[in-house]
């Protein structure tokens, strides 16, 4: 009754705030359900009461915030709450309150912000270059609102901000990751349709999702085809996944290509090669990739030395000798391997040994 009486004989916004702090109310979820189901023919007084029982509560979680631990979670929450009432100055002030917490932002709560404040920037009658809503569209897919995403990028060309590589790399980037191949490649078509040139990391992102040498082949074919070169990075991406698979002709190609290109093989590629033909249980042939990693001058990384070590242990057994010559050793599982292989060098004992 006192806050019907208090929203009834007061109309000013300010005024309404300071009179409902002095009724040292308790609120709860369902207090502010019966005010707000009350008031909603008038919009306004609803809107006030709203307003206030939100700053309500976020003065409560700064009372308590002792008692919680210093986590971007909660906080993204609240900053969340405060963009979705469209109030951007009070979303800027809990930004810096984060800020000088020391509570460090995570992707989501830079997401959040930058799309509050895309939204003021369209409120006040100024439109977001391309660059502010490629930050936008990439904040949404991050936190799996890719349907909102497409909006925004829908909506650009209409405010005379034209899409770029980025933008389109952007979505494209999380279509793969979710596989909606088809949606994915209408976008390829359409960047190249209006000029804009795919590049590497265009084409990265299908072949990242493929599934077998014969989809890797499409991509490539395609990347050929749209007079995208290839780069270091991009064969050593194929590399992986060709050994990963177990067809070494393919990877056999791949290599061969490379070092026609004068694009590698490098550092990386070796590292590739032992650690995926371990992986295979192709010892031998593992050992051959790293001694010439050495005899080139590179410098391997130190889990490979450690799986090297071990491997070399275990050729002074008679038995790893003769699986060595065959080219394979016999490991426990594959699983096991992957997870010593980033371990300690106990971890890669274990497995080679048993």
């Excluded at 009372?63 to 963009?83: S, Y």
């Excluded at 952007?170 to 949606?183: T, Y």
């Excluded at 070494?248 to 590698?264: C, I, N, Q, T």
Aim: hydrophobic share 35%.
């Amino acid at each position: 009754m006192m806050i019907q009486h208090t929203l009834k004989c007061l109309t000013n916004e300010a005024e309404i705030e300071t009179a409902l702090d002095g009724c040292e109310i308790p609120m709860s979820e369902e207090l502010v359900l019966q005010v707000l189901r009350r008031h909603r023919s008038d919009w306004k007084l609803a809107l006030a009461f709203f307003n206030w029982s939100s700053a309500r509560q976020q003065s409560l979680f700064v009372e308590k915030q002792h008692e919680f631990p210093p986590v971007i979670k909660t906080r993204n929450i609240i900053l969340h709450g405060w963009c979705v009432v469209g109030s951007a100055r009070e979303a800027k002030r809990f930004w810096n309150d984060i800020v000088v917490s020391g509570c460090k932002p995570d992707l989501i709560t830079y997401g959040t912000i930058i799309n509050s404040m895309g939204r003021e920037t369209r409120d006040g009658g100024s439109e977001p270059d391309v660059t502010i809503c490629n930050c936008i569209i990439d904040a949404l897919c991050f936190k799996k609102r890719v349907p909102e995403a497409l909006e925004v990028f829908a909506e650009m060309d209409g405010k005379g901000c034209a899409p770029n590589t980025v933008t389109y790399n952007c979505l494209i980037k999380h279509l793969c990751r979710i596989r909606r191949l088809e949606k994915a490649y209408g976008l390829l078509e359409e960047m190249e349709a209006k000029g804009c040139e795919a590049d590497a990391r265009t084409f990265g992102y299908f072949i990242k999702c493929a599934r077998s040498t014969e989809e890797v082949g499409e991509v490539l074919e395609r990347m050929r085809r749209s007079g995208c070169g290839m780069t270091g990075d991009a064969y050593n991406m194929v590399l992986k996944m060709h050994v990963g698979w177990g067809d070494f002709g393919a990877a056999e190609r791949v290599w061969e290509e490379m070092e026609r290109e004068g694009l590698g093989p490098d550092q990386r590629s070796y590292t590739i090669m032992v650690h995926r033909l371990c992986e295979r249980r192709r010892m031998g042939e593992a050992l051959w990739y790293f001694k010439e990693t050495e005899e080139k001058g590179m410098v391997p990384e130190k889990r490979t030395y450690l799986v090297v070590k071990a491997i070399n242990l275990k050729v002074q057994n008679s038995e790893a000798r003769s699986s060595l010559s065959e080219g394979e050793v016999e490991l426990n599982e594959n699983s096991e391997w992957k997870e010593a292989e980033t371990g300690s060098q106990e971890d890669v004992m274990h497995v080679v040994f048993g």
